[in-house]
C-alpha cells in the first residue's frame, strides 16, 4: 500500500514538472518526452604537434583550454573566399547558369500553406526514421492543428 502511494506521489510530481516545463522549458521537455539523450566530451589532454614536428601531450587544464579555444578558432573561422582566382576549369561550375531562373528562389523562405503542409505529409513515410529532431512523420501527423502550425 504505502509503495502504490509512493508511486502516485512520484506520478503526480513528474506530471507537475513537466506542466512547469511547457512554460519554462520546452526545449527540456520535448527532449524529456523523446528520451533524448546527450553525450557530453570531456577535453582533459590535447596533443599537438610544434613547429619542429615534435608530439606534444598536453594535460594541464590551463593549457589544453588555450589549445582547444585556437584549433576551434582556426577549424570555424570565416573564409574569405576569392572566386575571381578560381582555376578556368572551375570559373564556369561556379558561374550562374542561365537555363534557371533566378525568380525561382524569391519565395524560398515563404511558409509553406496549410494545403502545401498537408500535401506534404501525405506524401511521406510512416515508417521512416526520424531526423536529428528524433520526430517521426507519424508523430507529426498525429498532432494537433496548432502543434502542425507550429512545425510550419
Request: hydrophobic fraction near 30%; proline fraction near 3%; include cysteine.
Amino acid at each position: 500500500m504505502k509503495d502504490k502511494a509512493c508511486k502516485e506521489a512520484t506520478i503526480k510530481r513528474r506530471i507537475e514538472e513537466r506542466n512547469k516545463m511547457i512554460t519554462t522549458d520546452q526545449r527540456k521537455m520535448i527532449n524529456n518526452i523523446l528520451d533524448k539523450t546527450y553525450s557530453k566530451i570531456n577535453l582533459d589532454r590535447i596533443r599537438i604537434t610544434t613547429d619542429t614536428q615534435e608530439e606534444t601531450l598536453l594535460n594541464s587544464k590551463d593549457e589544453v583550454q588555450t589549445e582547444a579555444i585556437n584549433t576551434f578558432s582556426a577549424l570555424f573561422r570565416s573564409r574569405n573566399h576569392k572566386f575571381e582566382n578560381l582555376p578556368e576549369q572551375w570559373k564556369d561550375i561556379y558561374e550562374p547558369r542561365a537555363d534557371i531562373n533566378p525568380q525561382i528562389y524569391d519565395r524560398l523562405s515563404d511558409t509553406p500553406t496549410e494545403q502545401e503542409w498537408n500535401e506534404m505529409l501525405n506524401t511521406t513515410n510512416d515508417k521512416s526514421v526520424p531526423g536529428i529532431s528524433n520526430i517521426s512523420y507519424k508523430l507529426i501527423k498525429k498532432a494537433g492543428v496548432k502543434v502542425n502550425e507550429l512545425f510550419r
